[in-house]
Nanobody, 125 residues
């Protein structure tokens, strides 16, 4: 079981980045993106179930970020537009097996079983 996140980098405010996450080995019930800025707790950004009929976003990124399923069911991408300096963080993808009853399950770090290593996103002002 392996998660691999990629696509981070340095971008100016207002720019865009696309993060990708490949999950090898199995299909997942849900995949999510989280981020952690220095000195802060890891926070939920976006998530979707594998069918794609449930997609959720944090209020801070709604309308700017979009989560996509990749070419295969085990992959996911995060398109980030209109980036702001406050979006600077290490971004993690996560995958989960199991039942997700409501949106709060998707928000919860504890519901995710596997985590990628993180990719740094830095937005300059």
């Amino acid at each position: 079981v392996q998660l691999q996140a990629s696509g981070g980098g340095l971008v100016e405010a207002g720019g865009s980045l696309r993060l990708s996450c490949a999950a090898s080995g199995r299909l997942w019930d849900a995949m999510g993106w989280f981020r952690q800025a220095p000195g802060k707790e890891r926070e939920f950004i976006a998530a979707r179930n594998w069918r794609g009929d449930r997609t959720y976003y944090a209020e801070s990124v709604k309308g700017r970020f979009t989560v996509y399923r990749g070419n295969v069911k085990t992959a996911m991408s995060l398109q980030m537009n209109s980036l702001k300096p406050e979006d600077t963080a290490v971004y993690y993808c996560a995958a989960a097996l199991g039942r997700f009853d409501d949106r709060y399950d998707y928000y919860s770090l504890r519901k995710y079983d596997y985590w990628g290593q993180g990719t740094q996103v830095t937005v300059s002002s």
